[in-house]
């Protein structure tokens, strides 16, 4: 079972940067597609960002497009998500989670998930 614990946010004001980080605890990790999903206070867990096993292929929210990026370091068992020009609409907890899958936008087919790190983004 993979353990996924995630770090990096914080409160920023609009228009800030944040690097959030993803550290797994298995050496499986290069085996996982992996993605980013938030949640804002009352609403559903939605899918912001998603990358192949490989690291070269990469979905992303329409809503995040051109702002973050999601990259992957397979020797370090580790997933970032670098969020720039941040939008108040981007507060939420944030959520790595692991799947056995080929890389897709729904929760259901991702199989672990992190506790979540908070990301509060001021105007």
């Known amino acids: 079972q993979v353990q996924l614990v995630e770090s990096g946010g914080g409160l920023v004001q609009a228009g800030g940067s944040l690097r959030l980080s993803c550290a797994a605890s298995?050496?499986?990790?290069?085996?996982?597609?992996m993605g980013w999903f938030r949640q804002a206070p009352g609403k559903e867990r939605d899918f912001v960002a998603g990358?192949?096993?490989?690291?070269?292929?990469?979905r992303y929210a329409d809503s995040v497009k051109g702002r973050f990026t999601i990259s992957r370091d397979n020797a370090k068992n580790t997933m970032y998500l670098q969020m720039n020009s941040l939008k108040p609409e981007d507060t939420g907890i944030y959520y790595c989670?692991?799947?056995?899958?080929?890389?897709?936008?729904?929760?259901?087919?991702?199989?672990?998930w992190g506790q979540g790190t908070q990301v509060t983004v001021s105007s």
């Open positions: 989670a692991a799947s056995s899958n080929p890389l897709g936008y729904y929760r259901i087919m991702y199989d672990y």
């Open positions: 298995e050496r499986t990790f290069n085996t996982y597609t």
């Open positions: 990358i192949s096993v490989s690291g070269i292929s990469t």
